[in-house]
């Protein structure tokens, strides 16, 4: 059985930093591309970053030169470095593996940016 599990989220003040990681079991997880979504309340859902199998990275503009993805594989880890929060960053923040037609989601983890 897939599981995705993140961490790291929590209450942080304008301008601190936080690290999310996600740990999978039950994927090939080096076969998977793997992302970070975030939502925040009456939004939709938002691609925020994303990292191939082979290491390429993309990003949302908004959260370009604050935010890194990076994998290990031999952890089955993503993480997301955010730094320079900002309290528009608040939502919560969702895990992704995608490859071809499977697709699997993490549970989330809340990320809050407040003074």
């Known amino acids: 059985q897939v599981q995705l599990v993140e961490s790291g989220g929590g209450l942080v003040q304008p301008g601190g930093s936080l690290r999310l990681s996600c740990e999978d079991s039950?994927?090939?997880?080096?076969?998977?591309?793997m992302s970070w979504y975030r939502q925040a309340p009456g939004k939709e859902r938002e691609l925020v970053a994303t990292i191939s199998m082979t290491g390429s990275t993309n990003y949302d503009d908004s959260v370009k030169g604050r935010f890194t993805i990076s994998r290990d594989n031999t952890k089955n880890t993503v993480y997301l470095q955010m730094n320079s929060l900002e309290p528009e960053d608040t939502a919560m923040y969702y895990c992704?593996?995608?490859?071809?037609?499977?697709?699997?989601w993490g549970q989330g983890t809340q990320v809050t940016v407040s003074s």
């Open positions: 039950g994927l090939t997880f080096s076969a998977y591309g």
């Open positions: 992704n593996a995608r490859r071809g037609s499977r697709n699997f």
